[in-house]
């Protein structure tokens, strides 16, 4: 069984606020939604955070603004730096079954 996972920084409330907002331009709902991604990534998954920063940049030279890449790249930096300050351990990929999968549908 998985641990608890508790989010560092509350981007699930700031994607929530940011998405009721009717004059939020869709971009930057999607630079929070690939921020996340990168967060959950780096942390749940256990991806090195070398690999996740170079995709999501990647991504959000495609699907982004101008300004997006170099945006997530800063954010993504500080929680590096901040996950090594607390020295949050990383946990190592989970193996999961594929009969856990199925019931879990």
Same mark, same amino acid.
């Given at each position: 069984m998985r641990p608890a996972y508790k989010d560092p920084i509350p981007l699930?409330?700031?994607i929530r606020e940011s998405t009721q907002r009717e004059n939020e331009p869709a971009s930057k709902i999607?630079?929070? #939604?690939i921020l996340h991604l990168a967060m959950s990534e780096i942390t749940v998954v256990g991806t090195r955070h070398q690999i996740v920063i170079n995709e999501v940049v990647d991504l959000a030279k495609?699907? #982004?603004d101008g300004a997006a890449p170099r945006i997530i790249n800063g954010c993504l930096n500080t929680f590096i730096k901040g996950l090594i300050e607390t020295k949050s351990p990383v946990e190592p990929k989970q193996q999961v079954s594929v009969e856990a999968v199925k019931s879990l549908t």
């Open positions: 699930g409330y700031l999607l630079e929070l #939604c495609r699907f #982004c």
